[in-house]
């Protein structure tokens, strides 16, 4: 990552797509707010340089892992949680914090890892959604309110941007009851 340098694209499986990209990517935050930052935030993986270029030094620890050690360490910690619902709720939060650790530790077990972030414990993470809220992430749309949905919607991006899961009265997953879907 480089405070001012641009993407490149280069020619791949995925070029085609509007939100591809590959090599450093231009980031323009410092900080905290570089930390805070899901996508851009690579925890203890930052160089030196890059935490000196990027005001990080001090709101990091010393110690400068590679990505392949915050993944052992990310999964050491994922198993010590007691129960799948326990997991998935710390995989949700890595996922809020660092992006590039989440999807690396998820490529690396996804045997084990993928009934914790789909079903059945996605339902069951769905049904206590009140109870383990943490931060948004998505458009939240109420069926109450209907003239205020487009713009809601357009508080998210632009048409063409924006993705729509349409979910009816049945069950998003087995295990989760209709009155839970909107």
């Known amino acids: 990552m480089s405070p001012n340098s641009k993407s490149s694209p280069k020619a791949g499986k995925f070029s085609h797509l509007p939100l591809s990209t590959s090599g450093p990517l231009e980031c323009a935050l410092r900080g905290t707010p570089l930390l805070n930052h899901p996508y851009f935030n690579k925890g203890s993986a930052f160089t030196s340089s890059e935490r000196q270029e990027f005001e990080l030094t001090g709101l990091l620890p010393p110690s400068i892992q590679t990505l392949e ?3 052992e360490r990310a999964y050491q910690q994922y198993s010590t949680r007691p129960g799948p ?3 998935n709720t710390f995989l949700s939060s890595m996922k809020e914090q660092n992006e590039v650790l989440f999807f690396k530790l998820l490529h690396d077990h996804l045997a084990e890892m993928f009934s914790v972030v789909y079903t059945p414990t ?5 049904q206590n959604y009140s109870r383990i809220f943490r931060r948004p992430e998505g458009c939240f749309l109420n069926i109450h309110d209907q003239e205020r949905i487009e713009h809601d919607l357009s508080l998210w991006g632009h048409e063409d941007e924006i993705d729509y899961i349409v979910v009816t009265g049945k069950p998003t997953f087995p295990s989760t009851p209709p009155h839970h879907n909107v």
């Open 122 to 126: 996605e339902g069951e993470a769905i």
């Open 69 to 71: 050690q915050q993944a």
């Open 85 to 87: 619902l326990a997991k």
